[in-house]
């Protein structure tokens, strides 16, 4: 809800939203996609939407043990 309007539409592809244009399809997809780059490591970002997902991701407990060093 925080980063999608409206879930049941796909939305136009945006890399300075999206890490990847699959995430653009959906909410789900757009959560797998943020989580797998950023357990590659993947996690800097100048795009404000992006910085906030990846935040997002690292707040949440249960993700640690998928972070590469």
């Known amino acids: ?4 309007s409206d ?3 796909a939305a ?3 890399a300075s939203v999206f890490v990847a244009p699959y995430a653009a399809t959906g909410p789900h997809e757009d959560l797998a996609e943020t989580v797998l780059f950023w ?3 993947e996690r800097s ?3 404000l939407v992006l910085a906030a997902k990846f935040a997002f991701i690292e707040d949440e407990p ?3 043990d998928l972070a590469a060093p």
Do not use: M, N, V, Y
């Open 1 to 4: 809800e925080q980063f999608w």
């Open 62 to 64: 249960t993700l640690a």
């Open 12 to 14: 136009d592809f945006d």
């Open 39 to 41: 357990a590659r490591g």
């Open 45 to 47: 970002s100048d795009d």
């Open 7 to 9: 879930p049941s539409t």
